[in-house]
């Protein structure tokens, strides 16, 4: 659906949204957020469909207020309505919903009751919402159970025998329920505008759930009104406003729409409140590139903001650390390896940008580590594999040690001419003087001759990390075979495999997650003591 956002102060015409799923408003307190939201709401028509947990578990202050049609609210009351002789009395938004899906449920069995009655076959038992709102309530509390007792919604935790109401519930498992169920009911190419997503919810699980929550409705866009940069980041399939600023008396506003290469700056990260996760920004961009796919995974400890270029990175961690006094949020980047040597790599990480210990990110799913989980995920022959993709790479290597060792060389040229050629010559007869002794300083056809002996030690050794280390091979990955050694039929198929399994928890994703952050030495962020678990 197309979104229309509200008036811009700088009498520009507003924008639209065309078909974007997920759209995230992020800014200050202070800055007309809530209100930006609730025009955009007015915008949607008969599609709006707003939920909030924190209204939604505490009771209304203005009950005369009209509710939107499609709500929560509307439901209940149809419902109400249209069963005079009983009245619900639900206060909160929670209750009413409950009181809707055990309702629909009722109606649901009486008709499955009704057709069997008649002698009618083939009419399937029926799904209901609340079998849905369990179901997944369920995978997200695992040890919590849902049961269906005298019309009621009671629980009870595994390995007790005692069950309980609502009333017992955290406000956390309280608002996962309500979210699903609510969402549920939304109305079909809903536009559902979602108040504070992260409100009561830990983050270990927010952003899990609200991708599930999405995947259940696809029909429907979802905006979500956020303090929250560790959220609004996780989202892939989005368009950032940031709302600045609101002008009362024109009912108008300041706000950028965020393109998706364009990174949070500092004035972003300043007016965004409760981030508590440090930021790593690397290469790439959000959707074509393998390192925004697999770094997220590899870091889920780190909001990871992919840049671009390896410049932008080192730029950015710059200037970002200049102003930590104001948003207090550590950073790092990282940057391919490509042909920089030890010295290269040393000055880099001085200046908090980490470069792995292979030659370029794809090197990273052909180390030791790696290949042997997804054998083992893929119930191959772990050693068997691992050896096949050694010496497949080794003899690919072997072929290329003259080409490899003349592009690293050039590499070197060019970094020393640089550096040698940005300092003050006093005349231009100085300069001239300085270059042609360079080649000489420099040497070029040693620096070469040293690798090719170098690179040849390696393969002789079979010293397989160090190959990855200088391997610059863009076909590297699909040559080797690593892919159909481990049950792939291709090398995109073998990296969506990786990611699959990373974002589960078994242990071939701990091995490949280590392997990984070895090649890296990246530090683990200090543990927040002050978080609190629902």
């Known amino acids: 659906m197309d979104i229309r956002l509200p008036a811009r102060t700088d009498g520009a015409e507003p924008l639209v949204l065309n078909g974007t799923r997920q759209i995230t408003i992020i800014g200050a307190n202070g800055s007309g957020k809530s209100r930006f939201c609730s025009q955009l709401v007015a915008s949607c028509g008969d599609k709006a469909y707003r939920i909030s947990a924190l209204r939604a578990l505490f009771p209304a202050h203005s009950a005369n207020t009209q509710p939107l049609p499609g709500s929560i609210d509307d439901i209940f009351n149809r419902i109400n309505e249209s069963v005079p002789q009983v009245k619900n009395l639900a206060q909160t938004e929670f209750d009413k919903l409950t009181y809707i899906m055990l309702t629909d449920e009722f109606r649901d069995l009486m008709n499955y009751k009704a057709h069997l009655l008649m002698g009618e076959t083939g009419f399937p038992f029926p799904k209901t919402r609340l079998d849905a709102t369990v179901k997944m309530w369920q995978e997200v509390f695992p040890k919590n159970k849902v049961l269906r007792e005298n019309g009621k919604l009671m629980f009870a935790t595994e390995g007790h025998s005692d069950k309980y109401s609502s009333l017992k519930l955290s406000d956390g498992e309280k608002a996962v329920l309500y979210y699903i ?211 497949t790479i080794m003899h690919m290597f072997m072929r290329e040690i003259k080409t490899q060792a003349l592009q690293h060389t050039r590499h070197r040229v060019k970094h020393d001419v640089e550096m040698r050629i940005d300092m003050k010559f006093r005349n231009i ?71 699959t399994v990373l974002k589960g928890s078994s242990r071939e994703a701990q091995a490949i997650r280590q392997a990984i952050k070895a090649s890296f030495s990246i530090p683990e962020p200090a543990d927040d003591k002050t978080e609190t678990d629902n």
């Open 181 to 391: 169920g609510a969402v549920l009911y939304a109305m079909p190419d809903a536009v559902i505008l979602v108040d504070d997503p992260e409100t009561f919810i830990h983050r270990s699980i927010m952003q899990t759930l609200w991708n599930v929550i999405e995947e259940m409705r696809p029909d429907c866009t979802f905006i979500y009104n956020t303090h929250d940069v560790d959220f609004a980041s996780s989202r892939v399939d989005n368009q950032c406003v940031w709302v600045k600023n609101f002008d009362p008396e024109r009912v108008t506003w300041d706000y950028e729409v965020m393109s998706t290469s364009q990174h949070f700056d500092e004035a972003i990260y300043y007016e965004l409140l409760g981030s508590r996760k440090p930021v790593l920004f690397i290469e790439g961009d959000d959707t074509h590139s393998i390192d925004s796919k697999l770094y997220p995974l590899i870091f889920p400890e780190y909001t990871v903001k992919p840049l671009g270029s390896c410049n932008k990175v080192i730029e950015t961690v710059r200037s970002f650390g200049d102003l930590r006094a104001f948003h207090q949020l550590d950073s790092w980047g990282i940057v391919d390896r490509d042909r920089r040597d030890d010295e290269e790599v040393e000055y880099l990480r001085k200046k908090k940008i980490l470069v792995p210990d292979v030659a370029e990110i794809e090197n990273l799913l052909l180390i030791e580590g790696v290949v042997r989980a997804m054998a083992r995920y893929r119930r191959r022959k772990e050693n068997e594999v691992f050896l096949k993709v050694k010496s």
């Open 429 to 499: 007869g100085a300069l001239e003087e300085h270059m042609v002794d360079l080649v000489n300083e420099i040497n070029p056809r040693g620096y070469y001759e040293d690798l090719c002996r170098q690179f040849h030690r390696y393969v002789e050794t079979g010293d397989y990390r160090a190959v990855l280390r200088v391997f610059n091979q863009k076909t590297m990955l699909s040559d080797c075979n690593v892919a159909g050694l481990c049950g792939y039929g291709r090398k995109d198929d073998y990296l969506k495999g990786i990611l």
